[in-house]
C-alpha cells in the first residue's frame, strides 16, 4: 500500500523490539521450570509440603516453615499499611491544602524511591535492638512486618491517590449540594466508586510484600520455623533464596528454582486477580 | 490556471516523478457508507462535485460531514474499527483501489483540519519536512518554496524575519494559515477543509476565509462548515447531510443559490430557516 | 509501582470544598494523624542515615578504596561497578524498550493479539520478585552464556527488570501526542518513519526520559538481582566482564556479614538515598512541567 521502504524496516525492527520485551518473562518461566525438573523427578511435589524439616543437605525439603513466614509476614504487613495508606491518599485529595497537599505527594514518592537494601539496613540498626529490647532477640516476625508495612504503605498509597482523584467532581459537588459532611461523603460516596482502584492497590502492595528479598533478610532472623509468635524469627521463601543459593549444589541447587517457581505462581495468580478486579471498573 | 500556479511550477518541480495532468479533478461518489464498528455514520451517499469549485457541506452535527470529508483521501486507514463501502473517484483515480499508491492519492487531496495543527518544529520546517519527504531536496528550492506558499497565504511578511522559531509561537489564525500553506506546498489538485475556521476567533476566521476565497478556482475545495453565512459567502454548491436514527445521510446538493433562496426539501428549507438542526 | 507517581503527581487535588460538620472531628484527626506518622517515619528513617553516614562523607571516602572489608576505606571502586552496572543496563533496555514502547502505542492496535500478549506479559514482568530475577540471571547470563559473576551479567539481568517501566511510561509519552499530529501527517503524505522520527519522538521525548530516569532509579535501587550476577568483588574493575560490587550490594554485605561496619554502611546508604532523592526529585520535576509544557502548548 504505501511505498516507503524505509516502513517496512522500521516495522520489523520495532516487532523484533516488542518480541523480545514480551519473551522475557517466558524465558524466566521456563528457566525456573527446567531448573525445578531434576528435584521434582527426584523428589516429588508433595514432599515440599510433608517432609519433616528444611535439611537438604539430609534430603528433606519441607518448604512449609518459608511459606508460613512468607504468608503471616505478608498478611501483617498488608493490615498495616492498607488503612494507612488509604487514609495517605483521602489527606492529600480531600484534607489538605494543596500546598501541603502536593508536599506529601512528593514525600510519598520519595518514600517510594529508597532502596529495599536501605530499609533493610534501618530496620536493621534501629527497629531490630528496639524490639529486642521490648523481648529478645529482636530480629523477629514483628520486625519484618513493620518494615515491610513501610515499604509497601507507598504503593497503596500512590494507587489509592491515583483512583480517588478519578472520582468524578460532580459526584462530590453533587454530594455537598445535599449537605452531606466530608466523611460522611468520603465513607459512603467517594470509597464505594473507587473500589476496584483501590482493590487493585492492595493487590499490588501483596505482591510486593511477598516479593521482597532484602529487608526481610535483613531484619527476620532467618530461623527455619513456623512462628509461634510476633517475636520469634522467621524465614520467608525469597530470604531462603538469597541466602542458600550460593553454596546449594544438585537437589538443594534445584529446590531453590522450585521456591522461585512458587513465588511466580502466586504472583501470576495476584495479576489474573488485579485483572479480573479492574475488569468490573465503573469508571475508567 | 492561475498566474501563480505557472510561476510556481517553473520554480520547483514536485510531481515529476508522478506525471500530474495539470488539470483539476473533479470528485464523485458512488454509494459510499462509513462504519465506526457496526455503527453507520453516513450512508449511501452519491455526489459529483465540479473541478476548480469549492462546496460547502453542512449539516447539524453528528451528520457524518466529517467523517465523509475524511474518507475522501483515505484518512479513515488511520481509524481503527472504520469500514467504507461504495466507491470514490478523484479525477481518474480510484480512491478505494487496492493498488493505489496512497501518498500519491494524499499529495493530490491535501486537508486542512479543525483545530490548527503545526508540527512542533520550526515554522520552516512545518513547509520544508514534507517537502524534503517527497523529493525535493535542494536547499534553495525548499527555500524558495517556503517563501511563496507562505507569500501565498499572506503569511510570508509576518514571519520572514523569525522563520526558524516554533511555529507553536504563532497566534492560532497564523497557525492555521501556516497549515494550509504547507498542503498548498504540496501542489494538492483538491482541498479538505474541516471547519477551518471554527477554532478561530473572528478577525483571524475573516482572513482565514478571505484566503480560501483567494484559492478558488485553483483547486477544488470541499469545506465542511457549520456557519450557514460563512458557506453562502464562499461556496459555489452546497449539500446538506442530515442525520436519521444516528447514520447521516445527504438530503440536498446543488448551487448555493439554489440550496439557499429555493430549497426543494422542506428539511433543507427548515435548516436553513434555522426551525431545525 | 513508581510509574504512577509521576502520572498522578501533576493532578490537581479535585474538590477541596466538602462540608463539614461536627461529627467529623473523629475522622479528621484520624487522617492526619495518618498522614503526620507517615510523615514521621519517612523523616526518621531518612534523618537517621544522615545523622549517623554524614560525619564520613568526604572526596576521601568517594573516591577511595574499600579497605579491611569495608571497614575502612571509601567506595570509590563501588562506585565505578555501580556506574557500570547501569551503563550496561541502560545501554540494552533504552533500544529494546523504545522500539517495543514504539511498536505498541503506534503500530499497534489496542485490541490486537500481538498487542494484548506482549502487555500482559510485560504486566507480570513488572510483578517478578527481584530474587527471581537474580535466579534467571544467574542462570542465562552467568552460567549458559558463561559471563560468570560480571558487571555484564548484573548490567543484563537489570535490563530485563527496567524493561516494563520504562516501556510503561514510554508509552504514555507516546499516547500524550495529539491524535492530531498523526492525521496531518498523514494527510500531508508523510512515511510513518518520516512521521516517527520527525513528529512523534521529539514530541514523546519527555514521557521517555522520565521513563529512563525511572528505570535508572529502580535499577540503583535493586540488590537481590545482582546478588549472584555481579557479585561482591569490591576492587576496582578492568572490564565488563570483571565481578563488580554495587552499591547495594555494599550496604547489605557491610551490615549483615562485616562486624564493625555499620559506620561505613551509613555512609555508603547515605550516598545512595541522596542518589535516589535526586532522581526521584528529577523525574517529579519532569512530569510536572517538562511534559506538560512540551505536548500541550496552547
Known sequence: ?284 | MSLFKLTYNSCYKLHETHAQPEILSNIKTEGLSLFYGNDAAFKNVSLSIEPGSITAIVGPSGCGKSSFLLSLNRLTDLIPGCRVTGSIRVGELDVFDPDIDITSLRLRVGMIFQKPNPFPLSIRDNIALPLMEHGLVDKNNVDLAVEMVLTDVGLWNEVKDRLNTSALSLSGGQQQRLCIARTLALEPQVLLLDEPCSALDPLSSAVVEDLIMSLKGRYTIVAVTHNLAQARRIADYAALFWANNGAGSLIEYGAVKQIFDAPKEILTAAYISGTRG | MSEHSYRNSYKSPPCHKIGTSRRDYLPTFIVWFSAIFVSAVFFWILSSIIWHGIGQISWEFLTASPQNAGRAGGIGPILVSTALILVVCIAVALPIGLGAAIMLSEFTATESLFGRLVRRSLDILAGVPSIVFGLFGFVLFSNVLGLGFSILAGGLTLACMVLPILIRSTEEGFRSVPQEYRMSAAALGLSRTTTLFRILLPAAFPGLMVGMILGIGRAIAETAALLYTSGYVDRMPTSLLDSGRALSIHIFDLSMNVAGGNEKAYASALVLVSILLIINLISFYLSNHWLRRRIMPI
Open chain 1, 1 to 284: 500500500m504505501s511505498h516507503y521502504r524505509s516502513d517496512d524496516i522500521l516495522v520489523w525492527t520495532l516487532r523484533a523490539c516488542a518480541i523480545t520485551a514480551g519473551v522475557i518473562v517466558l524465558l524466566i518461566t521456563a528457566f525456573l521450570v527446567i531448573e525445578s525438573i531434576p528435584v521434582l523427578r527426584s523428589v516429588g511435589l508433595i514432599r515440599f509440603f510433608t517432609d519433616p524439616s528444611w535439611h537438604p543437605a539430609e534430603n528433606l525439603y519441607n518448604l512449609t516453615p518459608m511459606l508460613w513466614g512468607t504468608l503471616f509476614a505478608m498478611t501483617g504487613s498488608v493490615l498495616i499499611a492498607t488503612p494507612l495508606g488509604i487514609l495517605s491518599a483521602i489527606f492529600s485529595n480531600y484534607y489538605a491544602p494543596p500546598t501541603l497537599a502536593r508536599f506529601y505527594r512528593t514525600l510519598i514518592g520519595l518514600l517510594a524511591g529508597i532502596p529495599s537494601v536501605v530499609y533493610g539496613f534501618w530496620g536493621l540498626v534501629v527497629l531490630v535492638p528496639m524490639i529486642g529490647k521490648l523481648e529478645p532477640p529482636g530480629p523477629s516476625l514483628l520486625a519484618g512486618i513493620l518494615i515491610l508495612s513501610i515499604m509497601i504503605l507507598p504503593t497503596i498509597a500512590l494507587v489509592a491517590d491515583s483512583s480517588l482523584s478519578n472520582v468524578p467532581g460532580g459526584y462530590i459537588i453533587a454530594a455537598a449540594s445535599l449537605g452531606l459532611s466530608r466523611w460522611t461523603t468520603i465513607k459512603q460516596v467517594i470509597i464505594p466508586t473507587a473500589k476496584s482502584g483501590l482493590f487493585t492497590g492492595v493487590i499490588l502492595e501483596t505482591g510486593r510484600a511477598i516479593g521482597e528479598t532484602m529487608a526481610v533478610l535483613m531484619v527476620c532472623g532467618n530461623v527455619v520455623q513456623t512462628p509461634g509468635s510476633l517475636f520469634e524469627p522467621v524465614r520467608t521463601l525469597t530470604a531462603n533464596i538469597a541466602l542458600e543459593m550460593s553454596y546449594a549444589l544438585g537437589d538443594h541447587r534445584s529446590a531453590l528454582f522450585v521456591s522461585g517457581l512458587l513465588l511466580m505462581v502466586i504472583i501470576f495468580g495476584l495479576i489474573l486477580a488485579a485483572e479480573w478486579i479492574s475488569r468490573g471498573r465503573i469508571y475508567e
